[in-house]
Nanobody, 129 residues
Framework: QVQLVESGGGLVQAGGSLRLSCAAS????????MGWFRQAPGKEREFVGC????????YCTDSVKGRFTISRDNAKNTVYLQMNSLKPEDTAVYYC??????????????????????WGQGTQVTVSS
């Protein structure tokens, strides 16, 4: 079955950096667009960033643009979220997700939760002030 396993979370001071990884198995990784979402305590889950199957198309939400970078290594079936200049408001559980539209549409990606088919268990990121 499909598994997405996030790692790399932890406690960091404001201004610091973390790199999250999400290892995928049980799917043809390069066919799937990938996304990162986060959920802070008492808040709804929100979109962070996404990347197409080829890696050629990426998009991040405005609040993290210029600080977060999403990338993928299809040879390792892994997607990454590099987070720099972290702020206390970035504290949340971070989830990766995978979605599929068609084998031929390798540049597609999306910020819509409902278009993702598989989800990881999440990794906690805590940014102290």
């Amino acid at each position: 079955q499909v598994q997405l396993v996030e790692s790399g979370g932890g406690l960091v001071q404001a201004g610091g950096s973390l790199r999250l990884s999400c290892a995928a198995s049980g799917l043809i990784f390069s066919w799937h667009y990938m996304g990162w979402f986060r959920q802070a305590p008492g808040k709804e889950r929100e979109f962070v960033g996404c990347i197409s199957g080829t890696g050629g198309n990426t998009y991040c939400t405005d609040s993290v643009k210029g600080r977060f970078t999403i990338s993928r290594d299809n040879a390792k079936n892994t997607v990454y979220l590099q987070m720099n200049s972290l702020k206390p408001e970035d504290t949340a559980v971070y989830y990766c997700a995978a979605g599929f539209r068609s084998q031929s549409n390798s540049y597609y990606t999306t910020d819509h939760e409902y278009e993702y088919d598989y989800w990881g268990q999440g990794t906690q990121v805590t940014v102290s002030s």
